[in-house]
């Protein structure tokens, strides 16, 4: 009887171990896999110039004004673009030894912009990017950032996307991203169009499509050979970098993209 008693005992210990587990530790359930992830196809209608000291790592248009953050130390900067010249019409510097920017998003006349490995969060008033108005503490590495009508949604290099309450910067949920594959690490910019989010991959010429929901990758889009097609001569190997930058704006449906250091932004219509 006693024997009985312990392995239950022994039973229910396991069990409650397992139940306490984060949801990041338990496998994902193969009968929930989505099939191939489908490629969504595209046209390049429109070609812009791109500031090539801009080390991109957040755009976005917001009432017509593109707001563009860089990152790399002391060149760091939340500026607004002119996106038909690549003009800069407005640029705060607020990048030091220490602190590297990183994702923007535009969220009820606030600016929240994240910063890489130093835990801060800038927030700045949408009418004045000339110095932040209070900041929040981020407990892990800022890389993308964007918003739903309620959320902003923050990416941290990895494959969770966390979805977080403005007006504190607490986390209220998260979802794995993953494909038929398995998770997909190195999330970093994002964009919200249409309910979905879209994120580059770093370090990769492609773009998902998430449903943000579930973290299913319903759809990717392939950017090879960009550079050495569009600007093979502005291609700068060491300085040039990888794809990264999706802005869309809702009013005028303009879907664009650049590319870190790169000399051009391209304008894409899906087909």
């Known amino acids: 009887m006693m024997i009985k008693k312990y392995t239950a005992l022994l039973a229910l210990v396991v069990l409650a171990a397992c ?59 939340l500026r607004i673009t002119d996106y ?20 923007i998003t535009v969220f009820k006349n606030k600016i929240y912009q994240l910063t890489w490995e130093s835990n801060i969060v800038y927030v700045y008033n949408v009418n004045n990017i000339d110095k932040p108005m209070s900041t929040f503490t ?6 993308g950032l964007t918003h739903n009508a309620t959320d902003l949604i923050v990416s941290d290099g ?22 038929n594959s398995g998770p997909v690490d190195s999330i970093n910019e994002l964009e919200y169009i249409d309910g979905f989010v879209y994120a580059n991959v770093y ?15 319903v759809g990717k889009m392939q950017f090879p050979g960009m550079k050495e097609k569009f ?15 999706i802005a869309y704006d809702s009013t005028t449906k303009k879907f664009l993209i650049t590319g870190k250091r790169w000399p051009k932004m391209f304008e894409l219509k899906f087909n």
């Open 138 to 143: 981020w407990p892990y590495e800022g890389w």
């Open 84 to 103: 038909k010249t690549g003009k800069v019409l407005k640029k705060h510097i607020m990048g030091t030894n220490a602190i590297f920017g990183e994702g």
């Open 158 to 179: 990895t494959s969770k996307l966390y979805f977080v309450d403005p007006d504190n910067f607490r986390v209220k949920n998260t979802v794995r991203v993953y494909d």
């Open 231 to 245: 600007f093979p001569t502005q291609n700068i190997p060491g300085r040039t970098d990888v794809l990264n930058g």
């Open 203 to 217: 370090l990769t010429y492609m773009i998902i499509k998430i449903d943000p929901e579930s973290g299913h990758i």
């Open 19 to 77: 139940n306490n587990k984060e949801d990041d530790d338990k496998p994902i359930d193969p009968g929930i896999v989505p099939a191939k992830t489908p490629v969504i196809p595209y046209t390049i209608v429109a070609e812009y110039p791109h500031d090539t000291s801009a080390y991109t790592q957040g755009l976005e248009f917001h009432d017509g004004k593109l707001y563009e953050a860089t990152g790399d130390y002391e060149t760091s900067s």
